[in-house]
C-alpha cells in the first residue's frame, strides 16, 4: 500500500525506510520509543507519522529529530482482491454514517464517512488477517434521522449480502439510533445465516481515545467466526480496552452519552464477550438463535405508533388525539414502577381500545418486568385495554409494534403477536447479575 | 404495649409469660431456635406470633408443640407521649400513602395505610430508641396518582412540621413517582431547617423480605440526625440489608421495578450511607446544603408541560399540537445520545419557541451529559431554540419545569432559571464511579 496519505517530511522519512500503510515500524525520539502499525495519516502537519499502538490507540508523533525504522513487512494494508482468492467476501460492512471509520479531512474539518473497502483496510490494516472484507456504502445518515424506511434498506442490504455468500455481515451505524436499529433488523429477519453485527463508535476516530479501531476489528472477528444467527450491538464493554460485548439487538440500549462502555444489555446476559487481541470470541450464553440455511426477510414497519412516557400531571387527553386525530393504531405506554399510570387515564385507554388501537405497557424503570397483578391501578388499567409487555424495553416494545402493526389488523392477533418472544426481546428468567452494580465509598 | 392483635393461643402463650410488644422474646422448636422483637400480629392464624430478628426480619412461628420466654423486658412498645418528654416531635412522619408500613387486613385482603404514631411504633418499637416521633396521615394516595396539587400540600405539611420544631420530617410515600415529588419538594424549598427523607418500599409488610422496617428505622436515624438540610429518599442500598443510600431527591431515579435496590443516584454519588444496625449515618460527601435557620417554602407548579421521548419515525406534529392545541408552555425533550432528534424536527421547533414555549434538552441514556455543539444536529437543534440542559435527569427537568413555569413568564429568564442549580440538579462535574458496573462472566 502507497503512502499516498503522507506528504512532506513523514513522506520522506517513511519512503527512504520503504515503509507502506500496515508495516511495522518503530519511532525513537528523546527517550520514547514507539512501535506499532503505520496508519494513514490523518494530520494536517507534514511532520506527524500516525501509529496504532498494541493497545489499539493511534498516536501522531512528529519525525523531526526522531529515528524511524522499519520492523516488519506486513505487506498487509491492501484489500486482498486478487483473483483466486478464495476469502472473497467473508464479511461485508454496510455503512449507513455515523462516526466509525469516518474520515476526517482536516482542511474543511468535516467528518466524511470512509468505508470504501480499500479505505477500511488502510484504516485497519489487521483486518487483513482475520477476514476478506468488501464493503458498501448504502447511505450517510447521521443516526438521529434514521426511519423505519431505513430500517428496510438496510435490512434489504443484509439479505443480499447474505445471499451473496458473506459469512456475517457489519452494519457500522451512528451510536444514537443504533439500538432502534438492531431491534428494528431483528424482527425483520425470521433466520439468519449468519452474526449481523450492529457497529458504531462514541469517540470519533481521529480522536486518539477513539473506539472505532478495537470496535471495527472484533466486529470482523465476531462476523466471521460467531455461531449464531442473530442481530446484536458489538460495542466496548468496559471502559479499559480488554475486549467488546455483543449484545442481542432487542435487549440492548445505549446508556451513557458519551462512555465507549454506554451500550449495555438490559434484562439479559450479552450474547458473547470479543477479545480483539487473542482475536477470541467467548460465548456467554448457549442459547442463541443458530444460523439458518437460509436468511428470511420479511421487513415493514407501520409507524402510526406513538411512545407515551407517563409522568405525575400528565394530562389524559393526549390519547385521544393520537387515536383520534392521528389515526396512531397503537401506543406503548412508558408507565410507572411495575407498569402504571394515573387512574385519570382509564377512561382514555377504554375509549383507545374500543377504537381497536393496542396499548401495551412497558417500566420506566427499564431493568425489571412490569407485573399488573400486584396493585388495583394494574388490573384496572388490564381491563380498560392495557396488555403487560413482560420485561421488553420501551423502544423495543415499539418496534416491535411497528413490525407487527404493519402484518397485523386484528386487535387479538396484535396483541398475541406482541406477547409472542419473536427475537429474544421477551426474557423470561431472570438472574441477578443483569442489575449493575453501583459502588460508592 | 398491650397484646391486643392477638388472640387465641398465641395470646394465652404470650400473656402467661408477661411478654408485651417490643420486648425481645425466644421460641424455640423442633431444634430451631428464633430470637427477636414481639411484633404485632398480622396473621389471620391465632396461634401465629410474629418475631422480627436481628437481621431486620419479620418472621412469623406457630406457638404449637413450642416453648416460648420473656428474655428482655423493653416497655418500648409505646409512643413516648407522656409530660415532661424532651424529646416531644422530633421526627415528623407524613404519610402519603403507599405500601411503606402499611396494615394488611388478612380479612378483607385490603391494604391500608398505618401510620398513627402508635401503629408506627407497634410496627417498629425500635424507635423510640432512637427519636420521639409523631405522626400525620396527610393522604392515601397511590403514588401513580399523585398530582403536582398534592406535591404542593406536602411541602406545607414538612413547612408545618419544621415551623412546629421538627429535627427531620419522614414523607412515606409509593415508590412509583417518589424521585419525581422528591424533586417537587426539593425546588419547593429554598432552604430548609433539616433533613426532608422521602421512604417507600419495594415489597409491602406483609412479606417476609419487605424492606419496610430497614428503609423506616433508617430514616428516623437520617432525619433525626442528618447534618443536612435537603431533600433525599432513602432506599435499601444493594440486595442485602447492610444499609440504606440516602440520595439527593433531584439526583434520583427509580432504576428496577420490583428490586429493594430500585433507587438509585444517577450522574452523582449519594449523599449518605445509613447503616441501621448501627444506628450511624456515614456521609460520602461534604457538599450538601446545610441547615438553615428557617424552611423557605415556595411550591408552585404548572403543569402545561410535556415530556417528549423522541424515537425515529416519530411525527413532528406533536409539537405544534403541544403548543397550538395544548396551550403547553414548555417541552422537556429526551432525545438520543448527546440530544438529539431528528432535523425533521427543526421546524416545528423553531415555530414552538417563536411562539414562546420553552424547549429543553436531555437524553433518554439518562447517565452522562448532553452536548449539542459536538454535531451538526446539535448546532441546527439549538439555533431552533433548545436549550441543552447539562446532565439533568429527563424527569426532573420536567419537575423543574413546571415550577420555573409557575413563577415567569419570560422566555429568557425561563431559560435562565432552568440553567440555574437550584437544589442540585445539575452536577458539572462526573466522577467515573457514578457508572454503575456490569459484570458478566
Redesign the interface.
Known sequence: MPLESYKGKALDVLSQIGAEIGDIIEIEKEKVRVKGILMPSYSKDDDIVVVKMDNGYNVGVSVENASVKLVEKRGLGKPLTGKGDNRKGEVKIISTGGTIVSKVEYETGAVRPALTTEEIVQFLPEINEIAKVSSEILFSI???????EN?VKIAESVKKAFDEGSLGVIVAHG???MA??ASALAFSFKGLQGPVVLVGSQRSSDRPSSDSPINLLSSVILAKSAPFGEVVVNMHG??SDTYT?AHRGVKVR??????R??F??IND??LA?VFWREREVKL?RSDFFPKREESVLDSK?D?R???L?Y?????P?IVE?LVE??DVRGIII???????????FLEEFRKASREGAFLGMT?????????MNV???GRLLQQAGVVPLEDML??VA?VKL?WVLAHEDDVDKVRSLMLTNMAGEINYRHS??F???????
Open positions: 447521521l443516526s438521529e434521522n434514521m426511519t423505519p430500517w451510536t444514537d439510533t432502534y436499529t468496559e471502559s460485548l445505549k446508556m451513557h452519552t458519551s462512555r462502555d454506554a449495555q444489555s446476559r450479552p464477550k456467554l414497519f409507524n405508533v406513538f411512545l412516557k409522568y405525575p400531571g400528565m394530562d387527553s388525539y386525530e392521528k412508558e408507565g410507572t414502577g411495575l407498569g402504571h399510570t394515573s387512574t385519570q417500566s420506566q424503570c427499564l431493568f425489571g418486568r412490569v407485573n396493585y388495583t391501578t420501551p423502544e415499539l411497528m441477578v447479575d442489575y449493575p452494580r453501583w459502588n460508592y465509598e
